[in-house]
Every structure is written in structure tokens, then in C-alpha cells.
């Protein structure tokens, strides 16, 4: 089963849903901005992603910098309220498989999680190739 936290609005989020989806696979895709985060949802993906809440806030094009949240005072108790009232302020997409999790920035890292790949060469929404004819990283 593959799992992807999803923002349709995001290029990079849609990038990886079509690895995935490309690759053969049906991921569950969990739209984060309209269903929200729990705190044990975030706490559980980050520590699987080995990742601090620090690590998984997005800092651009959120309420971070006018939450006063890129101050590195910031508990990450406080960082994962502000996350729970903001779900934008989550960085995206984090993605769920068998062979773990992971924030998948740039969208190519979604690979490492998945057990086959698409067939190459494989290209970006905005062209940039990830695999070469061979099926092969670039």
C-alpha cells in the first residue's frame, strides 16, 4: 500500500503522484489541506521519516514567517500546534510505502520508496528527465 499526503495545487505533490501512479501503483491519496493532521498522525510520519518538525515546516508560501515560526526558539510542541491550525505550514508531499517514509522534495526522492519505477526515460511536469531510457536515475 502507498500512501501519498497530497496538495493538488503543488507541482512537486503532483510530480509525485504521477511517479507513483506511473509506476503502476493506486496510491490512497489523503488531501492534508482539507482533512487536517492529528498531533500522533504528524509525530508518527516524522519519526518514521526520521524527520523534526523543524525539518517538515514549509517555510515558504505558509503563515511561517508571519506566525513567527522561523525563530529557532520555536519548541516543536509549539511548531506542531501551529501545524494542526495551519495544515499548509506542513511541508508536502510525504509519502508512505513498504520500504518507508519520506518527504519527497525533490519529487524524484519518491523513488527510493518505490519498489519499481515507471519505464524510462521518464520526465517532470516541467521537463527536467529523472530516468533515462534505460529506466535509470539521472
Same mark, same amino acid.
Given at each position: 500500500?502507498?500512501?501519498?499526503?497530497?496538495?493538488?495545487?503543488?507541482?512537486?505533490?503532483?510530480?509525485?503522484?504521477?511517479?507513483?501512479?506511473?509506476?503502476?501503483?493506486?496510491?490512497?491519496?489523503?488531501?492534508?489541506?482539507?482533512?487536517?493532521?492529528?498531533?500522533?498522525?504528524?509525530?508518527?510520519?516524522?519519526?518514521?521519516?526520521?524527520?523534526?518538525?523543524?525539518?517538515?515546516? &514549509?517555510?515558504?508560501?505558509?503563515?511561517?514567517?508571519?506566525? @513567527? /515560526?522561523?525563530?529557532? *526558539?520555536?519548541?516543536?510542541?509549539? #511548531? =506542531?500546534?501551529?501545524?494542526?491550525?495551519?495544515?499548509?505550514?506542513?511541508? &508536502?508531499?510525504?509519502?508512505?510505502?513498504?520500504?518507508?517514509? @519520506? /518527504?519527497?522534495?525533490? *519529487?524524484?526522492?519518491?523513488?527510493? #520508496? =518505490?519498489?519499481?519505477?515507471?519505464?524510462?526515460?521518464?520526465?517532470?511536469?516541467?521537463?527536467?528527465?529523472?530516468?533515462?531510457?534505460?529506466?535509470?536515475?539521472?
Amino acid at each position: 500500500m502507498i500512501v501519498i499526503h497530497h496538495n493538488p495545487a503543488c507541482g512537486t505533490s503532483r510530480n509525485v503522484l504521477k511517479i507513483i501512479e506511473d509506476a503502476g501503483y493506486s496510491p490512497i491519496v489523503v488531501d492534508y489541506l482539507n482533512e487536517g493532521w492529528t498531533r500522533s498522525q504528524l509525530l508518527g510520519l516524522f519519526a518514521a521519516a526520521n524527520l523534526t518538525p523543524r525539518q517538515a515546516l &514549509r517555510t515558504t508560501k505558509s503563515p511561517a514567517e508571519e506566525l @513567527g /515560526l522561523l525563530d529557532e *526558539s520555536v519548541s516543536d510542541d509549539a #511548531l =506542531l500546534d501551529a501545524m494542526l491550525v495551519h495544515p499548509v505550514l506542513v511541508n &508536502r508531499p510525504i509519502v508512505c510505502t513498504e520500504k518507508g517514509v @519520506g /518527504l519527497c522534495r525533490p *519529487s524524484e526522492k519518491v523513488l527510493d #520508496l =518505490l519498489p519499481s519505477w515507471p519505464s524510462g526515460p521518464y520526465f517532470k511536469e516541467d521537463g527536467e528527465q529523472i530516468l533515462d531510457e534505460l529506466g535509470k536515475r539521472m
